[in-house]
T-cell receptor
Framework: RKEVEQDPGPFNVPEGATVAFNCTYS??????FFWYRQDCRKEPKLLMS???SGNEDGRFTAQLNRASQYISLLIRDSKLSDSATYLC???????????FGRGTSLIVHP | GAGVSQTPSNKVTEKGKYVELRCDPI?????LYWYRQSLGQGPEFLIY????????DSGLPNDRFFAVRPEGSVSTLKIQRTERGDSAVYLC????????????FGPGTRLTVL
């Protein structure tokens, strides 16, 4: 089983839709969680960190469920510009090495 | 300010050749990471430096891969006797410290081994 698993998609949604992705992690000692965004043929960029209490940044909400070992990303009112691959990133306690999931592809169409 | 830069942006080489990939991190960032990304996959950790020393090289696939950061700034990833399976995008990222939450990635070097 991979340490970080994501559904590769693609998720194909119309503008204005709400879409959610999950990411599961296998190591219960994981302690740092992030979502990165990667546009086609570009480098990954940090979208948001995921805190135990959950966090929201505009249309984006990230949640952590430690009991079930998954994190989620919710995007409300999708824009065409949200089309990208969303990478889930997890680090273990005491480790500065992040493990990336394979990414979930989102396509927002008019 | 300037972001992370990587050169070359593209490198085509023949099987068995030696290549060097360069990364110039953000000024003042002490931690520097190398990753490899294949099509349809997330970045795969190779090695990271804290300052001049390699803090963890557990992701290097074999002894054909080596990286240096002699002055704690620019880093070079070196691949000997390249194989077709080495073809991928090699990404470099830097952060203020290894414990920092955010890593800033360079645009990558697309390596093609024929």
């Amino acid at each position: 089983r991979k340490e970080v698993e994501q559904d590769p998609g693609p998720f194909n949604v119309p503008e204005g839709a709400t879409v959610a992705f999950n990411c599961t992690y296998s190591n219960s000692a994981s302690q740092s969680f992030f979502w990165y965004r990667q546009d086609c043929r570009k480098e990954p960029k940090l979208l948001m960190s995921v805190y135990s209490s959950g966090n929201e940044d505009g249309r984006f909400t990230a949640q952590l469920n430690r009991a079930s070992q998954y994190i989620s990303l919710l995007i409300r009112d999708s824009k065409l510009s949200d089309s990208a691959t969303y990478l889930c990133v997890v680090s273990r306690v005491g480790s500065y090495i992040p493990t990336f999931g394979r990414g979930t592809s989102l396509i927002v169409h008019p | 300010g300037a972001g992370v830069s990587q050169t070359p942006s593209n490198k085509v080489t023949e099987k068995g050749k030696y290549v060097e990939l360069r990364c110039d991190p953000i000024s003042g960032h002490t931690a520097l990471y190398w990753y490899r990304q294949s099509l349809g996959q997330g970045p795969e950790f190779l090695i990271y430096f804290q300052g001049t020393g390699a803090a963890d090289d557990s992701g290097l696939p074999n002894d054909r891969f080596f990286a240096v950061r002699p002055e704690g700034s620019v880093s070079t990833l070196k691949i000997q006797r390249t194989e077709r399976g080495d073809s991928a995008v090699y990404l470099c990222a830097s952060s203020l410290m290894a414990s920092s939450n955010e890593q800033f990635f360079g645009p990558g070097t697309r390596l093609t081994v024929l």
